[in-house]
């Protein structure tokens, strides 16, 4: 809102917070957070980076001595901040937040990122937009799936489309930047029988397809060839699959939500 202005102070573990005249680009010291203070605070030890969410209700910052990223709710009209709650490393499931040293937020509201640079990786978190509120979702970690350019990652960035599906990263000491698309599916297909049949008899077997992606997957369509030599008879739900030729059995499924499964 152009209104304040948030410097955190890795030394002194504070929020420093200044009012700005608009119109003049002057600002003044307004007051100041700190690690414990008057608010208890936990979590500001190295607090480093900072940002407020695109409605200006929240503020976050990641702190790299308390390895952790911390909530505030935040007051449009005075700039007054409300301290939430802390997100800390190896608690509550979530890893690889060592030397958290920036954050950033989706511009929809829906997830937040933040780097940490002791374990050469960055931290996703599904957020809730109302509450400010986050949920540890993954971490991604240098040297895994093919990735080799996270060591001593540093700044985190998301595009400006709502969903911000692209993330980009800086890292110190892999004197990179890289780029990560953000919108992913991951549909898993298993097959399943408790049948032993013999030559010339039924079989039957079960498709299960799930969406195992961290975004809803649509325009989902199975495609079910039968071995050579069978001959198809019946597929449930008929509503949703049909037989071709060629032996194929055809599923037209639509969308899964994640971790969601037909």
Known sequence: DSRFIYVTTKTTNAIAVFARD????????????TNGGEQNITGLN??????ISAD?????????NSNAMVAFSRN????????????????????????ASAVALTPNGTR????????????????????????????VKNNTN????????????????EKGEFLYTTARLSDAVSVFSTITTDVEVTMTSDQIVAINNPLTYTLTVTNKGLESATGITLI???????????????????????????CVLGSLEPEAST
């Open 22 to 33: 608009p119109e003049r680009g002057e600002i003044a010291y307004d007051r100041m957070y």
């Open 46 to 51: 190295g607090a480093f980076g900072v940002t």
């Open 56 to 64: 200006n209700a929240y503020l976050y910052v990641a702190s790299e």
């Open 76 to 99: 449009i009209g005075t700039g007054e901040l409300t301290y939430l709650r802390v997100y800390l490393n190896d608690f509550d499931g979530i890893v690889d937040l060592s030397g």
């Open 112 to 139: 937040a990122y933040v780097t940490g640079f002791n374990d050469n990786a960055f931290v996703v978190f599904d957020r809730d937009p109302a509450t400010g509120l986050l949920n540890f979702k993954q971490s």
């Open 146 to 161: 093919d990735i080799s350019t996270l060591e001593g990652v540093t700044a985190i960035l998301t595009s400006p489309d």
């Open 224 to 250: 079910d060839t039968l071995p050579f030599g069978s001959q198809f008879n019946t597929v449930e739900p008929a509503e949703l699959c049909n037989s071709e030729p060629g032996g194929k059995v055809n």
